[in-house]
């Protein structure tokens, strides 16, 4: 919101029907804004804007109709060499090489150029260097004006004279004139309320959208409505917004407690707002551990369906926060992986490190699987038969091999493993399936027998034996 200022300028007397006729040439054309919303430019009696859409006059389609190119003007088709390249010198051009005065660059001999009688023959420049040093127009066969060294189109050629009013477009050349808050110009008579056309020199306003108007048509317009008390939020009161709503200064507070929440932290939740401590008790719970409130922004830990704030979701045994760490549970409780492994873990009876996962119990002491092998040949134990000695683990052959006895008949080791049944007699061992008599073959468990000289023999084999000595 501002005030203007009153400016006074050269006074020339204007025609007496205060309109430009060429201004009319541009009616009809379409907005380049609108398309389609609008009809046509429709220029007000005045303004420099269309009475059917409200869009300036340079948002519609007015510089594209009638335009004639340079190569139009000289007749030289653009896809002809001709354009590439001039291959004729206009008369009083000397064919020395000269310097384009704007871009410095070189004319070559042959090439057009262009001079003016303010700069005298020997000044000449490139004919696309020839353009308003303002807007850059091409002035090349159109009308220009000089002025303090410098070439100019006839637009910017008077506004270095007079101001030029940003309402009418056209130059201002009476006594006083307005400039507003946003450093343009206007006729005193043209300062007006852009919707009700009142006066606005002298008087409070409002911009919105480069047009200006007075507090009473910007608050009909477009003041919005308080969504605590439902009035509009005139141009006096501080007008707070979010999520495209709006409050009066007076209402912006919280719907709970009814603190205001004028620079203060807030959030809004099913359409209303509350301060940070509110929003706390109401929507983010509390921690299971210590009993406060979460803070907007906290990281929660949940753990068997109760929540935690990161410091409180500690290990039992250190206390220091999980945070996204592996725990173990234990006892209702959380372990760190490194303290539950130092108290709580299996280790190795063999390498002292702790098993994670699978190994073997052998006689109430655990094992990794690849620490529990045969004592004598270090072949792995997992999965296979095997047996002890001294408490020490051996595979079956080499228990065998260095402490079983030795059958008397097959020679090998007799370990007893599976119910194995053997039988022994005067320091010799057999087999059960190997305790046959020599002579016959007949198996002699449970039966009778006679030793001749370590040779195991039935008693009919011993009688016949005894009777062919006696012969």
Known sequence: MATSEVRTATS???DGSGQNPARKQDNGAGCLKCGDHCPGLDLHEWRNCCTQCKCRREDHDVYSRDVTTLFQKLQISQDTPVARGYA???PGISSLEKKCYKCEGTIPEGSIAVTTSHTGSDVCCHPGCFCCSTCQVLLVDLLYFYHDSSIYCGRHYGESLHPRCYGCDELIFAGEYTKDMSKQQWHATHFNCFSCNCSLTGHRYVNRDTNAYCLKCYEKLFAFPCEGCGKKIGTDVKD??????????KCFNCSKCGKSLVDQQFTQKNDKIYCAQCHKELFLGKCDACGEHFSPGDKKMEYQGKCFMEKCFTCKECTKPMGTKSFIAKDDSVICQICYEDKYAKKCAICGKVISMGGITYKDKPYHKECFVCTHCKKQLSGERFTSKDDKPYCINCYGDLFAKKCAKCGKPITGLGGTKFISFEGQNWHSQC??????????VGKGFTNEGGRILCPDCTNAEAAVKAR
């Open 88 to 90: 004729w010198v206009p």
């Open 12 to 14: 020339v007397q204007r």
């Open 240 to 249: 707070l917004s979010f999520n495209n709503k709006h409050w009066c200064e």
């Open 435 to 444: 305790f046959n008599c020599v002579g016959c073959g007949t198996s002699l």
